[in-house]
């Protein structure tokens, strides 16, 4: 198994230009989810999905997008990037979204470098 | 809403016990305990989680006070790459999402 990965590794965007985070996982894992990770801080959950075609919010999502048309693929947009989006992006996906599994650990991805000038 | 609060860091030398405190005074009793660590600027990686009893797997102990108002995650024999960020995490039902803090910065010293 891959895990969690994720492209690209960096990029470099000016700002009002729009990009696509890819995101995916080969365990068949129900729940993905997006965080950023801003210099000196703890991840901050942007988006995320439990399950094929259901996203929702999380505590930061103004400014991004997502969808989840499969299983595998969770992507990030950026309509129109902000210098305020500066940070590294982690994709996470776990089992399933629900508690009542007892081991639901999250898996990362290495992450995505995102400056935007 | 990180629900918890660890120091930002310490240090540890190498090959003896990291003790690593965190507060959750505001936790309820069906909220999960959760630990995770981040190295340099790597993608979280797990290491333990409990509910009420004490946890113990290959990479760490997990001790949660009769309360459950705090925790301490234990690395019995501290190496250098145990130098990381320590993230301790409630997860807050039904789901799965994370509210992470700062997490506190472990040094383990030669």
């Known amino acids: 198994n891959a895990g969690v990965t994720q492209t690209p590794k960096f990029q470099v965007l000016k700002t009002g230009q729009s990009m696509t985070l890819q995101c995916a996982q080969d365990?068949?894992?129900?729940?993905m989810s997006w965080y950023r990770q801003d210099p000196g801080m703890g991840l901050r959950l942007i988006h995320y999905?439990?399950?094929?075609?259901?996203?929702d919010q999380g505590e930061v999502p103004n400014g991004y997008n997502v969808s989840r048309s499969t299983t595998e693929d969770f992507p990030l947009r950026l309509l129109s990037a902000a210098p305020s989006q500066t940070s590294v992006y982690f994709c996470?996906?776990?089992?399933?979204?629900?508690?009542?599994?007892?081991?639901?650990?999250?898996?990362f991805g290495p992450g995505t470098r995102l400056t935007v000038l | 809403d990180a629900k918890t609060t660890q120091p930002t860091s310490m240090d540890c030398a190498e090959g003896r016990a990291a003790n690593l405190p965190c507060n959750h005074s505001?936790?309820?009793?069906?909220?999960?305990v959760y630990w995770y660590r981040q190295i340099h600027s790597q993608g979280p990686q797990y290491i333990i989680h409990?509910?009420?009893n004490n946890e113990t797997n290959e990479m760490a102990s997990l001790i949660i006070t009769e309360d459950r108002k705090s925790s301490t995650l234990i690395l019995p024999h501290a190496t250098l790459r145990d130098t990381a960020v320590y993230y301790c995490?409630?997860?807050?039902?039904?789901?799965?999402?994370?509210?992470f803090g700062t997490g506190t910065s472990l040094t383990v010293i030669p």
């Open positions: 996470a996906s776990s089992q399933t979204f629900w508690l009542r599994e007892k081991d639901n650990e999250q898996f």
């Open positions: 365990m068949n894992h129900e729940y």
């Open positions: 999905s439990v399950g094929a075609g259901i996203t």
């Open positions: 505001t936790i309820s009793g069906n909220e999960y």
């Open positions: 409990g509910l009420k």
């Open positions: 995490i409630v997860r807050v039902p039904p789901g799965n999402q994370f509210y």
